[in-house]
């Protein structure tokens, strides 16, 4: 059954005609059980498992602690509706963002240089690596955090350690990709144990949390609450994971036959889909913990995760309460590093065609989130760093409509993609999806230039 992709080529040209395959070292080297009687469905869905963790855990990252324990102490469980949310429209996007990468066999940015005009693409590759700048800077403001709390050591000097990290991860893909899965796994279920502990210790009413999924006006009419909504929107669908999973569902060595690549679809949307329900659980804990333990009245918001960490074991009366919270933290920025590094490497060599290390590239995208990084620190220590996490998460949510709407245009029309785009419904749900994150960004630039004038 032919289809047809951009500028009318077929999809089994298109990565030939256009560049080489996304991330060569790896592409197309986990294997995947054939799709023949005897073979089992769980072999071959297990076959891909994986990736969706590796973008799971860009919704665990550091930046969305921040947002979420800033919204859960000053206003309770409200804003639970939001990461329910945002968590739904993730699962819709990543699922566009799967389908692009095994129909195709191009990753977004492949795609946005193959379908738009060099200074199109250049726009959309600087837009990226803002995002990307933005994502590191929350983690390693989170690590360095991390560091400070559980070992003590000073905030500058934990943003420097934050560079051995990556290279650290890095070093476990000379072993294959599916060992770096199985690390990131292994670190994302730490996460969630950690915050199971937690909310059994807190014990929080039922009522009150299944109550706060249902959204209510005041997040709209409330600019406070708007506000934090907004972080927590571009907190929880992150810009540069789009460009992510398009190219790691490509590590799996799928039958390419019409058949096959809908099954690795189906398959792919699945491992994304239960992995970012994970994130679903830590991102509500996260909030829920701090609407149960610092959410009172009379009492100032807790906004700080050097002051949640300090309050948490007296509150919640458990000693090692504290030190859970601070290994969960430093889980979450060490594996959701590999997020921005992998995707900095993708964005560049497919927009650019500029090929460059795993290592080089790590070393470039930390050194430029460690600079704002180390003056937040040192100018105004741990206050100045939290500040600084929920405003990238804000400039976070402000860069994704640029890499939404073309993932968007090329999976929901059959010009692109032919009989494997999206279909009318399934389109529909995609393009509202996108518009409620449009319009929260007009809103957000519009605040943001009022401040601005006011200042």
Known sequence: MPTVALNGASLADMPQAHGDASLPQVHRSVAVPAGVPGVSRTRQMLAFAGPGFLVAVGYMDPGNWATSIAGGSQFGYPLLAVIFISNLMAMLFQAAAARLGLASGLDLAQACRAHWSPRVSLMLWGVCEIAIVACNLAEVLGMAIGLNLLLGIPLQWGVCITVADVMLILGLQRGGFRRLEAVIIGLSALIGLCFAAQLTWLQPSATAIFAGFVPRAEIVTNPEMLYLAVGIVGATVMPHNLYLHSSIVQTRRHDRTPAGTRRAIRFATVD????????????????????????????????????????????????????????????????????????????????????????????????????????????YGSAGASALLVFSQVVLSLQLPFALVPLLLFTTRRRHLGALAFGRRMSIALWAAALLVLVLNVWMLQRLAHAWMIS
């Open 272 to 379: 994304s889909t239960v992995a970012l329900g994970l994130a679903l659980f830590v991102n509500a804990g996260i909030l829920i913990v701090a609407g149960g333990a610092f959410h009172r009245p009379g009492t100032a918001p807790v906004t700080e995760l050097a002051d949640a960490y300090r309050l948490l074991s007296p509150v919640l009366g458990v000693g090692i309460a504290s030190t859970v919270f601070g290994v969960a933290l430093l889980a979450s920025g060490m594996s959701s590093s590999v997020t921005g590094t992998l995707a900095g490497q993708i964005v560049m060599e497919g927009f650019l065609r500029i090929r460059m290390s795993p290592a080089a590239r790590a070393l470039l995208t930390r050194a430029m989130a460690i600079v704002p990084a180390l003056v937040a620190t040192a100018w």
